[in-house]
Each structure stands twice: as C-alpha cells, then as structure tokens.
C-alpha cells in the first residue's frame, strides 16, 4: 500500500520497534505517535500503532526513559506493542493522505496529483480536483470546515469571500513547496496546512494580478487525519484477501499543538 521505497530520502518510515514476528490481531491507526495514543494503544489492546508521523525523524542515540520519546518506546515495548510509520510514502501513495483531505472537504469527482510522481501517473504530491458546482469561497471555507476534524486552529482564508471557486488544489500536511504548482495548475482555491507568513503573502501579492488560487490554511493535523479511516479499511480488505483477519480502529485523539485561540481586543 504504502511502498518505502516512494518515502523522501530525509524521511523515517517503517517499523520503528516491535518483533515482526509477533502475531497482529488489532491495529491503531492515529496521526502522530504521542503519549496519548500510545496510552490508547494499550488500553485498546492494540499490538500495533500505525502512525503517519515518524517518531524519531532525525535519529537518536538513546531510547532512555527519562525522555518524552525514550519512555513512549519503552511503553509499547513493555506492552508488546509494535509502531510502523508510512509518512511520505503515504503521501505520494494512490489512494493517500491528500486523496482522503479531498474527499473530506467535498471534491467528489476524479482527482489528478497536484505533482505527479515521475515513475506513476496515479501517485504523487497533492491532489487536484473540481467541486460538483461552483460556489463562493466562503461557502467553500465553512464545507471544509464540516468535513474536517474540530480543531482549536480552524480555518484561515486569504481571498475574496465572494469568489466563485471551482477547481480546487489540496495537501496534507505542509504544503508551502505547492503554492507555485497549484497556480500553475489552475487551482481557484488551495487548501493544505502550515503556510508560512512571507511565502503566503508574497504568493498572494503576485497571483493577485493574474487570477491566482485564495488560500486556506488548516491544522496539520487535521489535513491528515481523513486518511486514517481509508487506510485501515483498504489494510483491512487486502488482509481480508489473503484469508487475514484484523481488527482496526482510528485514534480520535486531538494530537494537534494548538489547543485554543484568543482574539486581540480592538484599540
């Protein structure tokens, strides 16, 4: 499903710890490989979590406990669970991560990769697609809002409110290395999560003259937890085949950072 070999070259993906010849009978599925979902883990009696984001993404040299990570490993090891990451991999993957942030904020007809991937059509970075009927950016904004999980980070819009909308760009995840491709692509609109200050308003001054996509910036995590669900039904039906029976669950734990907002008073 998720080949290592598609994953970047700086990325981590695999099994991170766990005995591969352990017996697995129930899967986990979450965002991000946190205390709280690995508490979930155990209590669920998961044998194991598979997350989209690496635990250790540039290395170590100590799984001590008297560290955040370290005692994580040492609570799946103790509990005879095992962790697997497919990040990168997951997102160039057909279907992946941005294929189910499509869906999820109302894209119903086919999707094309926003980048695709040199050696396969069908996969590649991003997704492109049309809505059934255009509408206004604003209505766009709050269908996004409904299909994606709650988080204290919401949505933030940069455009006209009133702009109709129609050809929609997305990606899970960060999606500042996109803007250029989803204007080149025609997008009217570019949904993904992490646009940065600068890179997003220099985007915007030069596209303004020209027609370029609005923006909308949504939580990390949210833009990547739509995935969950269809990746532990697709594992489930390819186990299915092969006479494998498995019980999954996606992990509803909020492991997004933010956890409220505050609004500045006017002066």
């Known amino acids: 499903m998720y080949d290592p070999a598609w994953a970047e070259p700086w990325d981590a993906v695999g099994l991170t710890c766990g005995d591969p010849r352990q017996p697995v009978r129930r899967i986990l599925f979450a965002v991000d490989p946190v205390t709280a979902v690995a508490g ?4 669920w009696g998961a044998d194991l979590l598979v997350t989209h984001h690496p635990l250790y993404l540039k290395g170590t ?13 040492h609570q799946l090891i103790k509990h005879d669970v095992g962790l697997y990451t497919a990040h990168t991999n997951a997102d160039v993957a057909d279907p992946g991560v941005s294929d189910a942030l499509a869906r999820a904020v109302g894209l119903a007809g086919p999707l094309r990769p926003l980048r ?11 997704r492109l697609g049309e809505l059934a009927e255009p509408m206004p950016l604003a209505d766009f904004a709050a269908q996004a809002v409904r299909g994606l ?5 919401g949505l933030r819009v940069a455009g006209d409110a009133d702009r109709l909308v129609r050809t929609v760009a997305v990606s899970g995840g960060a999606g500042d290395s996109l803007l250029g491709t989803a204007a080149a692509a025609g997008a009217d609109v570019f949904l993904t999560a992490d646009l940065r200050h600068h890179p997003a308003g220099e985007f915007l001054e030069s596209g303004a003259f ?8 949504a939580a990390h995590w949210a833009t990547e937890w739509p995935w969950l669900a269809p990746a532990a039904a697709l594992l489930t039906s390819r186990l299915a085949a092969r006479g494998i029976n498995v019980e999954t669950r996606v992990s509803e734990t909020v492991t997004d950072a933010w956890t409220t907002t505050a609004q500045c008073e006017e002066k």
Request: charge should be negative.
């Open 40 to 43: 979930e883990a155990v209590a």
């Open 61 to 73: 040299t100590s799984v001590a406990a008297d560290t955040a990570k370290g005692a994580l490993v």
């Open 116 to 126: 695709p991937a040199a050696d396969a059509p069908g996969r590649g970075l991003g």
């Open 210 to 217: 020209a027609g370029g996509p609005a923006l909308i910036d």
């Open 149 to 153: 999980p709650r988080t204290a980070w």
